[in-house]
């Protein structure tokens, strides 16, 4: 049976039934509900990261949501700020000067949440990492003045959230890929989620793949970078995040296939970062979906960097400065040029930039008189 099934699922694959490939996966809705961020927190609140919740409002859905608004308010700096109306119905919609020279353009503005997202700021000590849902807005860093996460104001989290893809993902289609696409998707009720603020180093970082309450893998998060330490530590590193798992995970969450990403301190001690559905909408990073949901037990490669505890899960890291692959989130980025123009960083670039536009206006200009002459 079981190699019918992989028959099937290999022609699944040559012949593009990416359908047949999701049932194969099989992931549901259900477990994507589960993985919502209220869901586990409170189960493991002891063993991650301080954070808080707070009901995102249809409003700033909406606001979100809305290509046209590329203004991002939400107060400028972390103060409290004094409400003389304390409701959110105030939000202006966009306005646009009658003066056709200057136009400007309003914000809409929440001074209710703005209120409590800064009270959780204060709370958490001032800096957030913040997420929705599922998602934070990694694909985004690159437009934070400080290429970062990190947020101190509600303006802040605007602004990554309004660029980022993975947000829109959480509000638009959070079940794509789930293997029970027919049924009716469930409510889900928004949330705006915020971690305080934590320095992780990424070589700390680790993807564990639990499936029917097993820990059956484990791979470098960064997988893009070589990391001296993981490879001269790989047993210490393996057994601490198995003893995480078996003493505070396995058995205590509401699926038994499911996806944890831990942090290992540089005092050994295993934090839990995130919970994700086990499926193709997460990022197998050194493996493959098709490994994982086989049915056959992992088996590591004999490669240096892929090794199989006895009984216990596989362990893949990249191995040497040869492996480096470029970062996912790269294609995210904007181009160099623009980088290099907008900053002024490269005169040349930027008199070629210029020369372009010139040739570009010639062109069109020549264009419109050949047009009126004809
Ligand atoms: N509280 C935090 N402070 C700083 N960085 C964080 C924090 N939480 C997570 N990160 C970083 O952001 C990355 C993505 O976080 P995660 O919660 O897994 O979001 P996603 O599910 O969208 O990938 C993590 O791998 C980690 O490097
Ligand atoms: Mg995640």
Redo the contacts with the bound molecule.
């Keep these: 049976m079981e190699t019918n099934v992989n028959r099937l699922f290999l022609m699944g694959t040559i012949c593009g039934w990416t359908h047949f490939r999701y049932i194969i996966c099989s992931m549901k809705k259900e477990q994507v509900v589960n993985c919502q961020f209220s869901v586990w927190y409170p189960i493991f609140k002891k063993h991650t990261?301080k954070s808080l919740i707070l009901p995102l409002p249809q409003n700033v859905i909406d606001y979100l949501l809305d290509d046209g608004t590329l203004v991002v308010s939400g107060g400028d700096n972390n103060n409290q700020q004094n409400q003389t109306n304390n409701s959110d119905s105030e939000e202006e919609d966009v306005q646009w000067s009658d003066d056709e020279t200057t136009t400007t353009v309003t914000a809409p503005e929440f001074p209710e949440f703005n209120s409590k997202v800064l009270e959780a700021i204060n709370t958490l000590g001032g800096c957030v990492?913040p997420?929705l849902n599922?998602?934070?807005p990694?694909d985004a860093n690159w437009i934070a003045l400080n290429s970062s996460?990190?947020c101190q104001s509600l303006s802040d989290i605007f602004l990554l959230f309004k660029s980022s893809d993975?947000i829109t993902h959480d509000l638009t289609q959070p079940f794509l890929h789930s293997s029970d696409e027919d049924s009716q998707n469930p409510a889900i009720n928004y949330e705006l989620v915020l971690?305080?603020?934590?320095?992780?180093l990424?070589g700390g970082?680790f993807r564990c793949f639990i499936k029917e309450n097993k820990l059956i893998g484990i791979s470098q998060?960064d997988y893009t970078q070589y990391y001296h330490h993981i490879s001269k530590q790989e047993a210490q590193i393996c057994h601490s995040i198995q003893e995480f798992f078996s003493q505070h995970v396995q058995y205590q969450f509401l699926d038994e296939d499911f996806v944890l990403?831990v942090y290992r301190d540089s005092w050994g001690k295993v934090w839990l970062?995130?919970l994700?559905p086990f499926g193709e909408v997460t990022d197998s990073l050194l493996f493959t979906w098709e490994e994982l949901t086989s049915g056959n037990s992992l088996s590591a490669n004999q490669e240096e960097g892929d090794t199989a505890q006895q009984d216990g899960p596989v362990f893949r890291y990249t191995t040497s400065d040869v492996t480096v692959q470029p970062s996912p989130c790269l294609s995210y980025r904007i181009p160099r040029d623009f980088v290099d123009l907008s900053t002024g960083e490269d005169a040349y670039k930027l008199i070629d930039f210029l020369k372009l536009k010139k040739c570009q206006q010639e062109d069109s200009e020549e264009e419109v008189e050949e047009e009126v002459r004809q």
């Design positions: 990261i990492f997420k599922w998602s934070a990694r996460l990190q993975f971690r305080k603020w934590s320095e992780l990424p970082e998060r990403d970062i995130d994700n």
